[in-house]
Nanobody, 129 residues
Framework: QVQLVESGGGSVQTGGSLRLSCVLS????????IGWFRQAPGKEREGVSC????????YYVDAVKGRFTFSRDGVKDTVTLQMNNLTPEDTATYYC??????????????????????WGKGTLVTVSS
């Protein structure tokens, strides 16, 4: 059984940093895409950063470029999202999700994520001014 478990959320002030982690257990597919997504109160869920097994690049949405870094530890089956210089606009519940399949571009699932294969339950990030 595949499980995704996020951790690392919390409350910080503007300009602070947080490091989110997502442990993927039971996941063995060679072709996949993994993404970090967020949903702010009253807003739709949006993609934040994504990778795929077939694209060496990492995709970031414009709002987080230069501030967030997505990395993966393949040995530990853990993905992390380092978030720096946080602003109140980053306040949201953050989710990691996986879709099994071949994706030539990492950014695909960041914009088309209605049918992700697995989702975590999320971790809340609150940034105060």
């Amino acid at each position: 059984q595949v499980q995704l478990v996020e951790s690392g959320g919390g409350s910080v002030q503007t300009g602070g940093s947080l490091r989110l982690s997502c442990v993927l257990s039971g996941f063995t597919s060679d072709y996949y895409a993994i993404g970090w997504f967020r949903q702010a109160p009253g807003k739709e869920r949006e993609g934040v950063s994504c990778i795929s097994s077939n694209d060496p690049t990492t995709y970031y949405v414009d709002a987080v470029k230069g501030r967030f870094t997505f990395s993966r530890d393949g040995v530990k089956d853990t993905v992390t999202l380092q978030m720096n210089n946080l602003t109140p606009e980053d306040t949201a519940t953050y989710y990691c999700a996986v879709k099994v399949g071949f994706f030539s571009k990492s950014g695909i699932i960041c914009h088309h994520f209605s049918d992700m294969t697995y989702w975590g339950k999320g971790t809340l990030v609150t940034v105060s001014s």
